[in-house]
Every structure is written in C-alpha cells, then in structure tokens.
C-alpha cells in the first residue's frame, strides 16, 4: 500500500515571500504524484502532477514540484506567495500498478496561511 | 467542459431517512469516485468504480450503497446513517486508472448532516 506524508500540518507566511510545502510518499512501486488545493467548504483543486519525464512540475498559479525519487519526495513551492494562496494543500499519490491499483491517497494535508 | 457537478450542495437527513447524492461528468471519463472528508482531515476514498463496474469498496458500511448507471452518473444512496456519517461527500473522474489519464477532478462536495 502506498502512503503520504506532509511534514507540516500549518505553515505561515508573509506576503510575497517564499514558501515550500513538504511531502514524503512511501510505495513499492512506481508511483504518480499530485497537489490539490482546497478552499473552505469547496472540493479540491489540481495544482500539479508528476507522472513521467522531467523531475520539475510546473502547475497553476506559479506553484511548482519536483519530484525526487531517491528521496522519495514531492515539495510543493512558490517563490512569492500571495493572500488568495490561503488554503489547504493536500500531497497524493497514485500506484502505477500492483496493489492500491487505482486508489489515490492523500497526506494530512498542510493549511498555509498568508498574512499581509 | 472539466466539471464534476454534484447535487445537492447541502443535505440534512434523520437517521431513519432514505437520500441520495448524485454526481455527474461530461469529460468522457470512465473511472469515478466516492470520497469522504471529516472536518480538518483528508479525503477518505470509499468507492471507485472503473468502466461502470465496482473496482474498489474500501469496507463501507453497507448503509452507504453506491451506484454507477452509466458513464456519466455515479449515486451515493443513504439508508440508516449515524450522526458520526456526518462529512462532506466528495465525487471525483479520471479518465481512466492508470497512465496519462491518472489524474481526478473533483466536484465542489455535499455537505452532508445527519441529526
């Protein structure tokens, strides 16, 4: 079975600057990877996935990932965060094959909070 | 057109009360999900269905009963809830379960109560 884990549960941060959101995955085989964002009371968003190719994803409204298999992580960043970027990002991840075939599972997800 | 749209938006039931929750998609995707998500907590998968055929049941209550009537449309039906059902209920397509079609668009949720 595959699994994530998001390192921060809440991350606060000024406007305009910097922010990386953390997440670690553990599978036994070759896995897909994704980032959604949530605002209150809505469904999720995709950011951005990693599915094959180039280790750097770049996704929707600047935020960008990169995939490091050695590491087996996916951190989510962007070089200058806005107050519209509060929300909560959920990391997922997809098996490619074997078993969980087909299920997605989610981290615990991390609230950013942007202050002005 | 990327939309899943779910109705209702809202919904409160009586613990003896029969409803359904319905999702729809016109992307042409043949895999279709349930999810469940409590309060500060992440999406909880409960059922995926795959070409219109039940593919995983992550051990739901038999109180939850999915259905998938064609391509389109996937039910939830909801006999006999608890209070702790409470959640919001969250649809999700892919166009398929593997491959470049891997990833889920989901709809906005039902915000589900159960007195």
């Known amino acids: 079975a595959q699994s994530v884990t998001q390192l921060d549960s809440q991350v606060p941060v000024f406007e305009e600057a910097p922010v990386e959101l953390r997440c670690n995955y553990s599978s036994s085989v070759s896995v897909y990877l994704f980032w959604y964002v949530q605002y209150p009371n809505q469904g999720l968003q995709l950011l951005l996935k990693y599915l094959s190719g180039s280790t750097l994803v770049k996704g929707i409204n600047g935020f960008e990932a990169e995939f490091n298999k050695s590491q087996t992580s996916f951190h989510l960043r962007k070089p200058s965060v806005h107050i519209s970027d509060t929300a909560e990002y959920f990391c997922a991840v997809r098996n490619r094959g074997g078993t969980s075939y087909g299920k997605l599972t989610f981290g615990q997800g991390t609230i950013l909070t942007v202050h002005p | 057109d990327t939309e899943v749209t779910q109705t209702p938006k809202h919904l409160v039931m009586g613990m003896t009360n029969k409803k359904s929750l319905k999702c729809e998609q016109h992307m042409g995707h043949r895999a279709m999900y349930w999810y469940k998500q409590k309060a500060k907590k992440p999406p909880e998968l409960m059922f995926v269905y795959s070409y219109e055929k039940l593919s995983i049941n992550e051990s739901v209550p038999s109180r939850f009963s999915p259905e998938c009537p064609n391509s389109s449309l996937l039910n939830l039906h909801l006999h006999a809830l608890q209070p702790e059902d409470s959640a919001l209920y969250l649809c999700?397509?892919?166009?398929?379960?593997?491959?470049?079609?891997?990833?889920?668009?989901f709809g906005q949720g039902t915000r589900l109560t159960v007195v």
């Open positions: 999700a397509s892919s166009q398929d379960l593997a491959g470049i079609g891997t990833e889920a668009f």
